[in-house]
Every structure is written in C-alpha cells, then in structure tokens.
C-alpha cells in the first residue's frame, strides 16, 4: 500500500489549495479514504472520511462549509479542496486508509496559512 499526498503549500487567510493523494497497492475503490491533519504540538486529527463510492462524507466541526473532500476512483485519487482557509488550518495533512486491519499513512503534505 502507498498513499502519495500533492498540493500543499504556503496560502494566504482567504485562500485555496486542493490536495491530492495518489494510492496504490490495493483495490482503492473498494475502501474509505480518509484526511487527518496535525498541527504542531496537537494530536492528529480526522478533517474528512469518504467512503468507497462517494456517497457518504463526514467533516469535521472545524472545516464543515470550508473543505470538500472526493474521489476518483478511475484515478485511485482522493481529493480535498480546502476554502476560505485560515491560520489554524495550518498543519501537515495525511492521507489514510485501513486495509485488512492495517492503517496506512502517507508521507503528508504541508499546508501553511499565513500572511
């Protein structure tokens, strides 16, 4: 299993960036997908889950209205559009998927708010 995070960045308050998790080694459009974040001197902690065929979504309190997570599963990618980010959205972001009773993370992208 590898799960390869894209698109972070440095991103003023206001501001967009869409990440990209490419995966492999497994049959991806059969599981969820998840995206934690951590900050630093925080826990990591889960921003979205999708489940396999794209019709149920869960958000975290914190980046409901703001963040929009999906899926391609032509692409074995999964997607999280971030809006109207602010400083506290600052983190390194990870993808994640549980297969057969493992959890697996990506290397995780950094994404920075800051003026």
């Known amino acids: 299993v590898q799960l390869v995070e894209s698109g972070g960045g440095l991103v003023q308050p206001g501001g967009s960036l869409r990440l990209s998790c490419a995966a492999s080694?497994?049959?991806?459009?059969?599981?969820?997908m998840s995206w934690y974040r951590q900050a630093p001197g925080k826990e990591r902690e889960l921003v979205a889950r999708?489940?396999?065929?794209?019709?149920?979504?869960n958000y975290a309190d914190s980046v409901k209205g703001r963040f929009t997570i999906s899926r391609d599963n032509a692409k074995n990618t999964v997607y999280l559009q971030m809006n109207s980010l602010k400083p506290e959205d600052t983190a390194v972001y990870y993808c994640?998927?549980?297969?057969?009773?493992?959890?697996?993370w990506g290397q995780g992208t950094q994404v920075t708010v800051s003026s």
């Open positions: 994640y998927v549980t297969y057969q009773g493992y959890g697996y």
């Open positions: 080694g497994f049959t991806f459009s059969s599981y969820v």
């Open positions: 999708i489940n396999s065929s794209g019709t149920s979504i």
